[in-house]
C-alpha cells in the first residue's frame, strides 16, 4: 500500500519557531491585521455565533502566501530559526507562562491570526522578524514582513521552564505530558479519516489567548475551527499540575453530510514491538509512540486493544453509548524494550480522553495503517457520533485531555501489559500446523491477580470471529506479579478477506479478573523455520 503523506507529522519540528497572520477583518472579535492595535470586545459566545454563521456560508479555502518562498528555503534553512526567548509575549513578566510562536514552513504554511485578550478585549498579536533569531542572515533577509505565524507554544516561567503545550498545522497541537517527551498528538476534529485522499483537515484560523491572572495556575485558549465541511468554535482550559490537563469545550457546525465524524482525535505512531516484531528490521528491539488503544465503556467493560502495524489498512469500531473514556496510550516504560536513548520511546505520554455530558451513541474508531518507518503517524483513535452523516448539524462535545504517564482512571481489574505472538504448537511439531495459525500469549498484571497462589486455577475466556480457539491455558509467571495466558488460533482464511477479531479476558468462576484484550490478527504465513536462506521473509 501507498502511503498517504499527508498523514506525515506535522508538529515535527518543534523546535523552529516564528510568527502570526493578516486575515480578514471580523469586527466582532477583533479579527484581522488591519485593525492591529485596536482592542476590541471579545466572548466565547460571539465566537460560537461566528463559527453558527460561517457553516451558513460557502466555504473560502484559505491562500498560501509566499509560497515559492516556502519551497525555496526548505527544512533546514527554518531549522535554523530560533525564538528570541526575551520577546516572546509575557516573558519575563509575572505571568505564569510565556507564549513563543512557529514560523511557516514548508509543512505549515496557511498563517493563524493570534490575538491576545485582557479584561475581555482583544487585540491582534502582530508577527515580527524581530521575535526571532536567524542562523543564517540571508533567510532574514529574505522573509517578508508579513510572513505570519504557524502556530505557538506555551512555555512555564515559574518552575522549570519547560514547553508543555504546542499547536501547529491543521488543528493539531501535543504536549509532552509530565515525562517531558513529544509523541503522540492531538487534534480539533478528524473528517473522513481512513477514506485516504478524501480525508479533510480542518483548521484553527484564529487563536484568543487569555491572558491570566499573576496567581493562575491554568491559561484560556479559544480557536476558530475553518474547513470545507465543518465550523467549530474551542475553549481549551489548560494547566500542568504534573501531567497536563485541558478542558475542552466545543461547538460544531456541519455544512455538509460526512462519512466519518472524529471527536477528540488522537495521533499516533506504531512501527513494532513485542506483538509483531521481525528479524533484521531495525536494531532496536520496539518503535512506538503508543501500544495500545484502552476504552473504558458505557456498560462499565475495560477493553485494550493492541496495536498492530497491519498489512493494509484496518478500521475498527466499539459500539458504545456515552463512553466513560478512551485513549492511546504507552504502557511500555522499560527503557531496555527500546534501547534508543536518544528519543526516549519510553517517556512518550499517553492521551486519555474523559467525556463530559451526554455523548449519545457512536463508536470509538480505531485507524491502523501500514508503515516502514517511525516518521509516520499511523494510528488514529476518536469518537464517532451517530448521524454524522447528515447535513445542518450542529453537536457540542465537552471533555477532558490527559497527557499523561499512567491513565488518570486504572481499571481496577488487572491490565494487558504485553501482547505476543507467533508459531501454532510447540517445539518439535510446528511443521505439523497451519502455515496460518498463529499462538497469541498475552501478560496481565495487578487487581484481582495480585496475591494470587501460583497453582490457582484460571480459566480464559475468550471469542473469535472466525475460525477455532486451540489449547487455551494460564501460567503464573515465576517470580513476577504477572499470569500469562496462552492459546492458539486456527482456521483458514476469512471470507472477504477480512481480519480475525480476537478477544480474551481471565476469570475465575464467575469473576472476572482481567480487562479483555482484544485483537485484529491477519492471517498470514510464517516461515517455519528461521535461516540464512529464508532471512527475506523473516
Known amino acids: 500500500m501507498t502511503i498517504n503523506h499527508g498523514r506525515r507529522r506535522l508538529l515535527v519540528s518543534t523546535t523552529a519557531l516564528a510568527g502570526v497572520s493578516a486575515l480578514g477583518a471580523w469586527p466582532l472579535l477583533g479579527h484581522g491585521a488591519d485593525d492591529a492595535g485596536d482592542n476590541r470586545p471579545f466572548s466565547f459566545d460571539g465566537l460560537i455565533a461566528h463559527a453558527r454563521q460561517l457553516a451558513g456560508q460557502p466555504y473560502q479555502k484559505p491562500a498560501v502566501r509566499h509560497e515559492k518562498l516556502l519551497n525555496d528555503l526548505g527544512y ?42 485582557e479584561n475581555g478585549q482583544a487585540r491582534p498579536f502582530a508577527y515580527d522578524p524581530e521575535l526571532f533569531r536567524y542562523d543564517d542572515p540571508d533567510v532574514a533577509r529574505k522573509l517578508p514582513d508579513d510572513l505570519g505565524f504557524a502556530g505557538f507554544r506555551l512555555v512555564d516561567q515559574r518552575g522549570d521552564g519547560m514547553e508543555w503545550l504546542a499547536f501547529k498545522g491543521a488543528s493539531y497541537f501535543r504536549s ?60 481549551m482550559r489548560c494547566r500542568r499540575p504534573g501531567d497536563v490537563i485541558m478542558d475542552i469545550e466545543s461547538h460544531l457546525f456541519q455544512r455538509t453530510a460526512v462519512r466519518r465524524l472524529g471527536i477528540a482525535p488522537l495521533t499516533s505512531m506504531f512501527w513494532f514491538s513485542e506483538t509483531n516484531a521481525r528479524r533484521g ?27 498492530d502495524n497491519p498489512p493494509r489498512t484496518q478500521y475498527s469500531a466499539f459500539m458504545d453509548e456515552n463512553p466513560r473514556g478512551f485513549g492511546l496510550l504507552q504502557r511500555d516504560r522499560d527503557f531496555d524494550h527500546y534501547q534508543d536513548a536518544d528519543v526516549g520511546f519510553e517517556r512518550r505520554p499517553s492521551l486519555w480522553v474523559e467525556p463530559r455530558g451526554d455523548w449519545g451513541r457512536g463508536h470509538v474508531g480505531l485507524l491502523e495503517l501500514p508503515t516502514d518507518e517511525e516518521i509516520y503517524d499511523n494510528i488514529n483513535a476518536f469518537w464517532v457520533p451517530d448521524a454524522s452523516d447528515a447535513p445542518d448539524r450542529s453537536w457540542r462535545f465537552d471533555y477532558r485531555l490527559s497527557w499523561c504517564a499512567e491513565e488518570p482512571h486504572p481499571p481496577q481489574l488487572a491490565r ?25 500469549v498475552i501478560d496481565f498484571e495487578g487487581g484481582p491477580l495480585r496475591g494470587l497462589d501460583d497453582d490457582s486455577k484460571l480459566e480464559l475466556r475468550i471469542d473469535a470471529s472466525h475460525g477455532e480457539i486451540v489449547n487455551p491455558y494460564t501460567v503464573k509467571i515465576k517470580d513476577t506479579a504477572r499470569w500469562r495466558a496462552f492459546f492458539d488460533w486456527s482456521g483458514e482464511l476469512p471470507p472477504a478477506d477480512e481480519p480475525v477479531g480476537l478477544r480474551c ?9 482481567t480487562e479483555t484484550w482484544a485483537f485484529s490478527y491477519f492471517p498470514q504465513a510464517l516461515p517455519r523455520r528461521l535461516s540464512s536462506e529464508d532471512d527475506s521473509n523473516a
Not at 416 to 440: C, E, H, I, M, W
Not at 505 to 513: F, I, K, P, Q, W
Request: charge should be negative.
Open 76 to 117: 533546514d534553512a527554518f531549522m535554523g530559526i530560533h525564538t528570541r526567548k526575551k520577546k516572546a509575549l509575557w516573558a519575563g513578566s509575572d505571568q505564569p507562562f510565556a507564549v513563543e510562536f512557529f514560523h511557516l514552513d514548508q509543512n505549515a504554511r496557511q498563517p493563524v491570526a493570534i490575538h491576545v485578550v
Open 281 to 307: 528490521i531495525d536494531w532496536r528491539p520496539e518503535i512506538h509512540d503508543s501500544d495500545g488503544l484502552a476504552i473504558a465503556n458505557g456498560r462499565g467493560e475495560r477493553i485494550w486493544r493492541a496495536l
Open 176 to 235: 509532552p505530558g509530565g515525562l517531558d517527551q513529544y509523541g503522540l498528538s492531538a487534534r480539533g476534529i478528524a473528517v473522513d479519516t481512513g477514506y485516504g485522499e478524501d480525508e479533510q483537515f480542518p483548521r484553527f484560523s484564529a487563536y484568543w489567548l487569555i491572558q491570566p491572572q499573576t496567581n493562575d495556575d491554568s491559561i484560556t485558549i479559544c480557536a476558530l475551527l475553518e474547513g470545507k465541511d465543518i465550523t467549530g468554535a474551542y475553549r
Open 505 to 513: 479476558a481471565m476469570v475465575r468462576g464467575d469473576e472476572t479478573l
Open 416 to 440: 494487558v501489559v504485553a501482547t505476543r505472538t507467533g508459531r501454532a504448537g510447540a517445539p518439535g511439531n510446528y511443521d505439523k500446523q497451519s502455515v496460518l495459525a498463529r499462538k497469541f
